[in-house]
């Protein structure tokens, strides 16, 4: 058993009275934790950045220990897969939305779960709430599999490989991947997607296996033409710990770019004050803001969702402060495959019904994608009319 891991609930409780933690609140999490779309997995390094004197508003416990009291009813628009990967699945783990980008899934696991996850439908063991439908092929024909496709399909030159989380692939595995891939000449950039700068930082510290891994590969790339950069996942400035920082900074000073993706979750980042500070620390941490995602429409995670409005004004709000290579961009991942979009390249918005109407030419030229703020945005008839209809096309009577 690892112990810096904690994986079933005994071990939480013991945890929880140890922060003596209060019975109300401690019941609270455990409820929470039937209810959550990931199975219990979480980091003692993770555990200890939350302020246990303050568990109620801590923004990481937020994440991690959702509160069966946080819980809202999905609205009737979101999916187990909001973002329809499955249907652009065009081999086992092997995601094509774009023309000219990829994304690989390495692996179904990460070394802590995050309770809004968009690819919880796939990510984590199952949980009482959630069956995962899992990698169907092994790795290596998985790696086969991506190595033929990139070769048949020139044209792509950018590839994320995700999970889960590659740092919960073995440092072997992750070597099998590049070395597969290296030679391909049509790639320009490769990214490696990982939120384990958070979850166990000391991993990727100097002279570590994944540390020197990376570095050689990103040298080794670099002569072949292609980045090899991380994409980090940071949602508040308290998740940037003194050891995520030497991390990134030698990762930096080793020549490896890391760009962090930030998803706005409700009452964890969801105000400029929030946000300002998760970039200043980005900053500090030579880390680039790259992408603020709205919350996607995925089930069982609507307390974490905001409306898109808010997530407009915390933009509006931030333009001016920062350099305009330090400021993020804010994007919504159009639900049913639409990809990403600027929060402002919406053709409509529908405020009685809280519906923004996106088009995404890259994907398609004549299909309106959809996505719907949270029915507490709105007026309480429409929001029975929504639980009554159930669907867009119900409410617009587009069958
Ligand atoms: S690290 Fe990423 S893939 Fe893993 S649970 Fe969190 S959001 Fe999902």
């Given at each position: 058993m690892n112990k810096d891991v904690i994986k079933t609930v005994d071990q939480l409780k013991v945890y929880l009275n140890t922060m003596k933690v209060d019975s109300d609140l401690k019941s609270d999490i455990i409820e929470g934790l039937a209810q959550n779309s990931m199975s219990l997995t979480i980091t003692h390094h993770v555990l200890n950045l939350i302020d246990w004197n303050n568990p109620s508003t801590d923004p990481i416990r937020k994440q991690f220990l959702p509160l069966h009291s946080e819980y809202l009813p999905s609205h009737p628009q979101s999916r187990i897969d909001s973002l329809s990967e499955k249907k652009q699945e065009v081999s086992s783990g092997l995601i094509h939305r774009y023309p000219n980008k990829l994304l690989f899934l390495s692996t179904n696991y990460c070394p802590t779960y995050c309770a809004f996850c968009t690819r919880s439908y796939t990510v984590s063991n199952d949980t009482e709430f959630l069956k995962k439908s899992k990698l169907e092929e092994a790795f290596k024909t998985r790696v086969n599999n991506l190595v033929k496709y990139l070769k048949s399909n020139p044209n792509i030159s950018d590839i994320v490989i995700s999970g889960g989380d590659i740092a919960s692939a073995s440092t072997s595995m992750i070597d099998i991947i590049l070395s597969a891939i290296i030679n391909i000449q049509t790639l320009k950039t490769v990214r490696l997607a990982t939120r384990t700068l958070l979850f166990n930082p000391d991993i990727f510290l100097p002279k570590t296996q994944l540390f020197e891994l990376i570095t050689k590969y990103s040298s080794r790339f670099k002569s072949q033409g292609i980045e090899l950069s991380i994409q980090c996942h940071f949602n508040h400035a308290n998740e940037i710990s003194t050891t995520s920082q030497e991390a990134t900074n030698s990762l930096f000073n080793s020549g490896v770019k890391i760009r962090n993706q930030t998803v706005l979750l409700n009452g964890v980042n969801s105000s400029h004050e929030a946000q300002k500070e998760l970039i200043h620390k980005l900053i500090s941490s030579n880390i680039e803001p790259y992408y603020v995602y709205?919350?996607?429409?995925?089930?069982?995670?609507?307390?974490?969702r905001t409306s898109l409005k808010t997530c407009i004004d915390i933009s509006k709000s931030l333009t001016g402060l920062f350099p305009g290579f330090h400021l993020p961009r804010f994007i919504v991942d159009l639900p049913f495959g639409g990809g990403k979009r600027s929060v402002y390249e919406y053709d409509f918005y529908d405020d009685k019904y809280g519906v923004y109407w996106f088009r995404s030419p890259a994907i398609s030229d004549d299909k309106i994608y959809f996505y719907c703020d949270p029915l507490k945005y709105l007026n309480a008839h429409i929001q029975e009319q929504w639980i009554r209809k159930k669907s867009i096309s119900a409410i617009y009577n587009l069958d």
């Open positions: 709205q919350m996607d429409m995925v089930t069982n995670a609507e307390h974490f």
